[in-house]
Structure formats: structure tokens, C-alpha cells
């Protein structure tokens, strides 16, 4: 039986949303009376009453994701997507076993997971130097990948990459109540980088062959393309140059 829990990795799955919302409830209301009585004390205390209100509705949302996922991976509709995925992935797959994966959240909530894993066939890699990984194929329906939530994903891979290092960023995600460590951070925005290689890499490979689709969606708009440390050279004849006159190229791309 699939579904995910927030007491640890042997704790009940959580069966309904409402079950979780009125855990929150019940957590929530003792402290209501504790901020009111602090700020009817001293008013200046807002600043951090306001920070812990908020890690509670953070928490507060952690607890309904996790819900929300439990529920889900209950169904019917994603039991059939997952075992569609098993079959059409781009490596035979064998059937799964049932394992328990602890997940971040945002927030820094922390949920334990429990699907099936599929390894690979035996003899898949034979024919490679590269050892293939087996899936998710249930947690891979809601773009689990990482031990994180996609949003917490999505939330480090840009934080890395804004700030100059992994430490700076670790520390700005943490001030949102993210509870990471410099490791997990580097792991994921690591991960996601090499993902977006490869990504990049199957999509030039589809357009050299003519099967990438086009969509459009830079259509009619002016695109700025930034270019770090690479030469380009261009074919063509051009305009004679002039002393003191801007000049432009015609490209085909």
C-alpha cells in the first residue's frame, strides 16, 4: 500500500486532508492564545511574533501537501499513471518493491513517502558504460526526484544560482524556514544542472535530426541572447564598415 506520513518512516498513512487540517487546528490554537497574550504585553513583540506565525502556516501547509500526496497515491487513476510510466520508460523496468523515502518540504516539513521502486532488468546496461538508475515511477507523477518536493527543488536551484555560493544560499533558503544544510543544497542544485544538460542535449540532438518541435512561444517578441567566453563566427558577405556607424548582422538564428 502506497501513501505518505509526517510521524517518521514507520508512522499511519495519513488517510484524508481533513485529518491533517484538524491536526493543524489542534496545534494552532494554543498558540493563538500565546501571541495575543505577548502582544497585549508588549505590541513592540510583532516583528517576531509575525516570523513564528508564519513557520506555523508554513507547517501548516507541509502538512496539507503531505496529505494532499497521501491520498493521491491511494488512488486508483494513479496507480494505473504509475504502472503506464513502468511500461513506456525509456528502459524496461522491472516490477516494483515497495520503499520508504523521507522527503523535504518547504517550509523545512519533512514527510516519509512510501511507493514503488523500479529497478532496471538485468542486463539493461550491457550495452553501456553508464550504469542506469531504476524510478519512482509512483513519486515520479508529482516530479519527486531528489528527496525533495518539486517546489523546494525549484526554490534551490534558483537561490544557487543567484547567490555566490552554495553557503549564501543555504542561508537565505534557511531564513525562509527552509531547515537545509550546505550538502543537501549543493546536491540538488547540482542534480538539477546536470538534469538541464541533459535535457539540453536530447533537445539538440532532436533538432539536428529535425524531430524538435517548434512552439512558438517567442513568436513575434525581440530576443536578447547573452554570450559568455564563446567565439562566434559568421558566413555571409557584409556591409563595408564605417568609421563612427553602428553596424548589424543577418543571421539565420
Given amino acids: 500500500m502506497w501513501g505518505s506520513t509526517m510521524e517518521g518512516p514507520n508512522g499511519k498513512f495519513i488517510q484524508s486532508t481533513a485529518e491533517m487540517f484538524g491536526r493543524f ?5 494554543p498558540k493563538l492564545v500565546v501571541w495575543q497574550q505577548r502582544l497585549t504585553a508588549d505590541p513592540s513583540q510583532l516583528a517576531a511574533v509575525e516570523e513564528e506565525v508564519q513557520r506555523a502556516f508554513s507547517r501548516g501547509a507541509g502538512m496539507s501537501v503531505a ?20 511500461r513506456e520508460y525509456s528502459i524496461p523496468l522491472a516490477k516494483g518493491r515497495d520503499r520508504t523515502m523521507e522527503v523535504k518540504l518547504s517550509g523545512g516539513s519533512v514527510m516519509w513517502v512510501t511507493s514503488a521502486y523500479c529497478e532496471p532488468k538485468r542486463g539493461t546496461s550491457r550495452d ?4 542506469p538508475s531504476g524510478l519512482h515511477i509512483a513519486l ?3 516530479g519527486f526526484g531528489k528527496k525533495v518536493s518539486p517546489g523546494v527543488e525549484s526554490r534551490i536551484a534558483r537561490q544557487s544560482a543567484l547567490c555566490p555560493s552554495f553557503d549564501s544560499a543555504t542561508k ?4 525562509d524556514g527552509m531547515d537545509l544544510d550546505v550538502k543537501t543544497t549543493r546536491r540538488v542544485a547540482l542534480q538539477c544542472g546536470d538534469d538541464l544538460l541533459k535535457l539540453r542535449t536530447r533537445q539538440l540532438e532532436q533538432w539536428r535530426a529535425g524531430k524538435l518541435l517548434s512552439t512558438n512561444e517567442l513568436a513575434g517578441k525581440r530576443v536578447t541572447v547573452q554570450i559568455d567566453g564563446v567565439a562566434l563566427k559568421f558566413a555571409g558577405n557584409f556591409a563595408k564598415r564605417t568609421a563612427g556607424k553602428k553596424h548589424t548582422a543577418k543571421t539565420d538564428f
Fill in 140 to 142: 515520479a507523477q508529482f
Fill in 128 to 131: 553501456s558504460d553508464e550504469k
Fill in 67 to 86: 496529505a494532499l500526496v497521501s491520498v493521491v497515491l491511494q488512488s486508483k487513476e494513479l496507480v494505473a499513471a504509475a504502472e503506464k510510466t513502468r
Fill in 172 to 175: 537565505e533558503l534557511n531564513r
Fill in 25 to 29: 487546528a489542534a496545534e494552532l490554537m
